[in-house]
């Protein structure tokens, strides 16, 4: 799966990670500061200036020639003053008017001798703009060496200058001063430099991250790359809910369900009513390419939306490995599929009824030895043969596919299976994998729902009071139940009628059959 980046998708993918990258920032600003304040040593810094004069008489006006010739020497005087032999001379000055700790601590190292690179490391050259003055400077840990450096700078430059040109003097206009205020280190610059650098680390790992990752959280980009339908898209709302020891299941009929979560149902149920229509058999699978992504809680909410919108739905856990349904609708298990294959218990023993209005559940029952062998038998085909004439719909909740084959063996026995794709979990990897035992086991594949989108507000996935369905079908609040009401039960019941219905589950939050 491609990533590609328009400028809009940049700045959605970093306001949605603006809190790392504000943490970063913070982190680094202290981080700069914390450098700056403790451990880099105070810099103090000292200056001069000196004038070029390109004639040797120290008498007679100063014509404009002159200033014009001295504006020319002024690039040769600094190359000059740069040399190793003036920074030498500096040096043994300095090495005159200092103690050999002092020099030591403010150099790095001293040996006799002060190298000709770190004094003029310490100082700066420059030349004033239109004018024929040369501006020295020098920084140091020590403020009496920074004046130093100045001073014995201009004190030798005119014997080097006169050996080395010959034309023209320097003559210094003041002597540099010692300044015991600090110039250094720049605390406000050092913190917002590490702020800035902090928050461009955090948005370039985040660029990374979201580069290489192959999860789906598109579900254009899951359209597209299978070429078949998201039949639904469901929102996380569990994040941050669940206490110690609790699961993430849920039920629509729980209290406190929030609007676009029953939203999002209504909008599912449509497009499977839609995705069966011209199919004989009602009875469909539920499955996911691996473990925890959703697909049991999925399919009783499917059920559950299936049976108020007025179908008469069974509900079959046929995940007898790690069964989950009975512990959503609060149900025993001691009777249930895997009892009703084996013709331990009869099939009206193992339903159990009106677990929801419209809504039964079989349970998955004792885990059997062999799963795959029941699902697969003839018993299996015969009893959903059966069922089928007595319910509007079948949802089978099956195993992950990419863990054991249990899904694939009931191809024969339905109409086709629903996908569900954990937001953000799933990888393209399982996915592909997934669609190669779907091909090969010839079933038909109904969709894919991406599961736990994370909420967006004004966004891409959310909005309070729309909701576009895969079809193009609106749901707006008060059309969606009517338009679904009609797909699914080809009856005349409009959306109050089942709103009010809806509101009475609410309300009841029912246990039932256990």
Not at 322 to 328: A, D, E, F, M, N
Not at 432 to 461: H, P, Q, R, T, V
Request: aromatic share 8%.
């Amino acid at each position: 799966m491609e990533n590609t980046y328009s400028i809009k998708d940049l700045i959605n993918l970093f306001l949605s990670k603006l809190w790392l990258i504000i943490l970063f920032a913070v982190i680094g600003g202290a981080a700069g500061f914390c450098y700056t304040k403790f451990c880099m040593p105070l810099q103090y810094s000292s200056h001069m200036s000196m004038y070029v004069q390109c004639y040797t008489s120290t008498s007679g006006p100063t014509d404009y020639n002159d200033i014009s010739k001295s504006k020319q020497l002024i690039n040769t005087y600094i190359e000059v003053l740069k040399d190793d032999a003036v920074m030498n001379a500096v040096g043994g000055k300095l090495m005159n008017e200092f103690d050999e700790a002092v020099l030591a601590e403010t150099f790095g190292s001293y040996q006799n001798r002060i190298s000709p690179s770190s004094i003029r490391n310490c100082m700066r050259i420059t030349s004033v703009t239109d004018t024929s003055v040369l501006t020295v400077s020098a920084t140091t840990r020590s403020p009496e060496i920074a004046a130093a450096i100045c001073n014995d700078v201009a004190e030798v430059a005119p014997k080097f200058l006169d050996d080395a040109i010959g034309v023209g003097q320097i003559n210094y206009i003041d002597t540099a001063k010692v300044y015991p205020n600090p110039v250094g280190p720049n605390i406000k610059k050092n913190t917002a430099l590490g702020a800035i650098a902090g928050a461009m680390l955090m948005a370039l790992i985040i660029l990374v991250i979201d580069f290489f990752d192959n999860t789906f959280k598109d579900p254009e980009a899951l359209r597209e790359k299978y070429k078949k339908a998201v039949v639904g898209e469901i929102q996380d709302f569990t994040t941050g809910r669940k206490k110690k020891g609790e699961d993430d299941h849920f039920k629509l009929t729980d209290e406190n369900i929030p609007f676009y979560i029953t939203e999002s149902y209504k909008s599912l149920r449509t497009n499977i009513t839609f995705a069966l229509a011209t199919s004989d058999k009602k009875i469909f699978a539920i499955s996911s390419a691996n473990p925890s992504e959703g697909k049991s809680t999925v399919s009783a909410n499917t059920a559950i939306a299936l049976a108020q919108g007025g179908n008469k739905v069974l509900l079959v856990d046929a995940d007898m490995r790690k069964s989950v349904q009975h512990k959503i609708f609060d149900l025993k298990n001691k009777k249930g599929l895997s009892t009703a294959v084996s013709k331990m218990n009869s099939v009206e023993e193992c339903i159990i009824r009106n677990v929801e209005d419209n809504l039964d559940v079989m349970c998955a029952g004792p885990i059997p030895p062999n799963p795959s062998e029941l699902l697969a038998s003839e018993n299996m085909s015969q009893m959903l043969e059966k069922l089928s004439a007595e319910y509007s719909a079948i949802v089978i909740d099956t195993p992950p596919i990419n863990v054991v084959t249990d899904a694939m063996e009931l191809a024969r026995n339905i109409s086709g299976i629903i996908l569900v794709t954990s937001y953000g979990k799933t990888t393209v990897d399982d996915m592909d994998s997934a669609m190669k035992k779907i091909e090969f086991a010839n079933m038909n594949l109904l969709g894919f729902i991406l599961n736990g989108i994370k909420i967006k507000k004004n966004g891409k996935y959310y909005s309070k009071y729309k909701y576009k369905s895969v079809y193009g079908y609106g749901n707006d609040p008060e059309q969606d139940d009517d338009d679904s009401s009609d797909s699914d039960n080809n009856n005349k019941s409009n959306s109050k009628e089942n709103d009010k219905k809806d509101s009475k589950n609410n309300k009841k939050g029912k246990k039932g059959g256990k």
